[in-house]
């Protein structure tokens, strides 16, 4: 078995414990850029090729999305144009494939996205190619085998067991897609393991589930039935499967080349146990479809089949988001990050909990308005619905711990968990489905995720977080979610509409009352600042793409403005708050010296490597979330951000400053924190047109006109100096001599921090800057206790 890392202890011990610095999260000069990902709680490293926690949750939700709409779409066409029984059908040899696929990977979906991340964190590239090729080519060599025999078995298990005769030629079409349902696994999980959800989320969420869907839709129009259904799942296995190969191989052959080590034994034992204990987990999913065929008529099948999607559906979330959690989970462990694992644990939790939440009120308030989407016929599923949606609810909880245990090396004691579920759902459903029918399968379901999801909690409490997940969020999102509930109920007993109708005014009721509950209360201060930062950067692009909206957008603006009303002296402009001024007055100096070659590549060279490329991917990449999408987007981004510099360039020297395009200011008041930095005096900061600010400043001009600015009362404070200074390396006399140009009266030269505090023009600034972040890294002499030496 692979070597585990020691079990983490309480945060206060962690660091020391582990050997890690407790400042272990902050950016360095020539290490990976750390990303703020506050709305998922965390902090991730950024890697070449690989995407932020944040922007792979928001992709795999989208991907969650478009598949389970997918899917809900096909049982919703085919409930509505076949009826129940070919429904039932198809759910059998649906769920049949799932069990058969699961048997087939051997374990190696989980075991590729943490042996490939494990891999990538100890930069071991032979062992990480290795891994992929046992991990890709001992699955489906399996799933060959097993479809030749699934086919072969056709006749007797369609006969026999499942009583419909025609379903021999379906299942033979079925055996066929599995090699490459398993190569779709398998590979996607892979590509999982390089930190990006955006092979997972294109492919596995996107691309086969609409080509299913698309088959599907043919085959019920063309009157193909059952065997249509069956070809569409061939169809769009093959394209998911070849397209997942394809994405692997491509980010395996851009790693540095050389030979490769196949860690076998490693692999193979940590494969098994997540083989048993992943078959345990759908084995949940699936057995009670598959009992019900035996045991129940089609018809009842296709009813259980439509409650158990329309619950589903409400848990869409959760995959994708732990699918994202699950390498930078193994990655953190392996480096020994486990404040990192918290984290994203609990970011995790809070989102699927929430996100979860919300259908769920909506099916809990309006079910038969849910189930009536599917036709007239399905309203004895009613009891399921709500049955089953007990459990969902636990499930959205839960289901993050799974992923964790998995990760961290404890799949062996996730095994044992599941399979013990997995025998009580069997029991269970024995045990309940004669006397009760599909609810009774419900009631199994619902008991076998609620009992193991609160073990798996306490476990995960035990061994990492040494916390219930259960927090002032949650609690917030279940009185929404209350809330919510009680206005539709209210709502639908007052009022008389068709289902559907129903459904509509309840979803509509939840949509607004839900969010706006949960984003006023219930957020943690860093998704607190990742909804303000979403809110203006969606503001920017809707005011960029709609020339309406932006044109009644600086209408707002103007109005709202105050004219100056004093000349503001450009050094305290800056300092010392906007070092990132000067880092765009590079890209100025660069084409007054090269007017020659504006908009060449030469030129886009040079700036990449200027002041400006570094303040664009330390500020500007971070700033509009951008770090999760490809190099090449943010290089076209970025050529274009020079080529409106060059050519605000070109018209400054041709025409000076223009004041009807004046820069935007706003006022910091004394003792206000910006970036945890306050003053005893009041400041002006730059809040929009710095680029013209730059070439005032380049100008020579010492002072900002009154004509020249307007200022914004609610103009966003920001404090990016220190950003800029890690970005470039700087030394403390080249960061100290900014900070001077504000804070120190004019032309006086400070080399050292403990200089800067002694030449203060105001000296009751000086114990704010004693409360700085800078009063740590440059202790002053003052602040040195004898006998010690300052670092």
């Known amino acids: 078995m692979e070597r585990q890392p020691a079990l983490p202890v309480p945060r206060s011990e962690r660091h020391a414990r582990l050997g890690l610095p407790h400042a272990g999260r902050q950016r360095q ?230 030979p490769s080590s196949y860690p076998w034994r490693a692999l193979a034992g940590f494969a098994g146990v997540s083989w048993v204990a992943s078959m345990a987990t759908q084995g949940i999913l699936w057995v009670d479809v598959v009992l019900l065929g035996a045991l129940v008529a089609a018809e009842d099948v296709g009813v259980y089949q439509v409650a158990t999607r329309a619950v589903l559906a409400c848990m869409i979330v959760i995959t994708p988001l732990t699918a994202a959690m699950a390498p930078r989970i193994a990655h953190y462990w392996e480096t020994r990050e486990v404040d990192r694992v918290s984290d994203s644990y609990g970011g995790v939790v809070r989102w699927t909990w929430r996100l979860s939440i919300v259908p769920l009120t909506l099916v809990f308030a309006a079910p038969a308005a849910v189930l009536a989407i599917f036709g007239s016929g399905f309203h004895e599923g009613v009891a399921v619905v709500l049955i089953l949606s007990g459990g969902a609810l636990v499930e959205s909880l839960a289901a993050p711990s799974a992923v964790l245990l998995n990760q961290i090396g404890r799949n062996r004691l996730n095994m044992v968990i599941n399979l013990s579920a997995l025998v009580g759902n069997i029991v269970l459903n024995l045990a309940l489905i004669p006397p009760f029918g599909i609810a009774g399968a419900a009631v199994a379901w619902t008991l076998t995720l609620l009992v193991p999801g609160l073990v798996r909690i306490a476990v995960a409490r035990r061994l990492v977080t040494h916390e219930w997940p259960l927090r002032r969020p949650h609690l917030v999102s279940i009185a929404a979610a209350a809330v919510a509930f009680l206005l539709v109920r209210a709502l639908l007993w007052a009022t008389d509409l068709p289902d559907l109708l129903d459904l509509v005014v309840a979803g509509l009721v939840v949509v607004l009352v839900y969010p706006a509950i949960v984003l006023r209360a219930g957020l943690v201060p860093a998704e607190r600042k990742a909804v303000r930062s979403a809110a203006v950067r969606a503001r920017r692009e809707l005011s960029v793409r709609v020339p309406v909206l932006r044109r009644w957008v600086n209408r707002w603006r103007v109005r709202r403005l105050r004219p100056g009303t004093e000349r503001i002296p450009v050094d305290r402009l800056l300092s010392p708050h906007r070092a990132d001024i000067l880092a765009r007055m590079s890209i100025f100096d660069l084409a007054a010296d090269h007017r020659d070659i504006l908009d060449t590549e030469e030129f886009f060279e040079l700036a990449t490597r200027s002041p400006y490329g570094v303040w664009f991917r330390t500020i500007v990449v971070p700033g509009l979330g951008l770090a999760g999408v490809s190099e090449q987007e943010q290089d076209t981004l970025f050529r ?152």
């Open 29 to 258: 000069l020539g290490h990976p850029v750390v990303v703020d990902d506050g709305a998922l709680g965390d902090q991730v490293t950024k890697q070449p090729g690989t995407g932020s926690l944040a922007v792979d949750g928001r992709r795999s939700i989208v991907g969650a999305v478009i598949s389970n709409a997918a899917t809900l779409l096909v049982a919703l066409l085919v409930a509505r144009l076949s009826g129940e029984a070919l429904l039932g059908a198809f759910a059998i040899l649906f769920a049949l494939r799932a069990i058969i696929a699961l048997v087939c990977g051997l374990g190696m979906r989980i075991a590729m996205t943490k042996f490939v991340a494990a891999s990538r964190a100890r930069s071991d590239h032979a062992g990480l190619r290795g891994a992929a090729r046992i991990g890709v080519g001992a699955p489906v060599a399996t799933a060959v085998v097993a479809g030749a025999v699934l086919a072969l078995l056709a006749p007797v298990l369609s006969e026999d067991v499942f009583g419909l005769p025609s379903m021999t030629g379906p299942m033979r079409v079925v055996a066929l897609s599995l090699p490459f349902a398993v190569l779709q696994d398998v590979t996607l999980a892979g590509t999982q393991g390089f930190q990006s959800m955006r092979a997972f989320a294109r492919i596995g969420m996107i691309v086969e589930p609409l080509c299913r869907l698309g088959f599907a839709a043919l085959s019920l129009v063309a009157g193909w039935g059952l065997m249509g259904l069956a070809g569409s799942l061939l169809a769009a296995s093959t394209i998911g499967g070849l397209a997942g190969a394809a994405a692997l191989a491509r980010r395996v052959r851009a790693l540095p080349a050389g």
């Open 640 to 791: 274009q951000a020079v080529s409106r510099a060059t050519h605000l360039f070109e018209s400054f020297e041709a025409r000076g400053f223009d004041n009807q395009h004046p820069i935007t200011v706003a006022r910091v008041p004394a003792d206000t924190l910006v970036g945890g930095r306050s003053l005893a005096e009041d400041r002006w900061v730059p809040v929009d047109g710095n680029h013209r600010l730059a070439l005032l400043v380049r100008s020579g001009q010492s002072h900002i006109e009154v004509d020249q600015y307007v200022v914004d009362p609610d103009g966003d404070r920001r404090h990016n100096t220190a950003t800029m200074r890690d970005a470039l390396g700087q030394s403390e006399a080249e960061a100290v001599a900014f900070l001077a140009r504000g804070l120190c009266p004019p032309g006086r030269v400070v080399t050292t921090w403990s200089e800067l505090l002694d030449e203060l023009a105001l000296p009751a600034n000086r114990a704010h800057l004693e409360q700085w972040p800078e009063a740590r890294l440059w202790p002053s002499d003052a602040a040195v206790p004898a006998g010690s030496v300052s670092p």
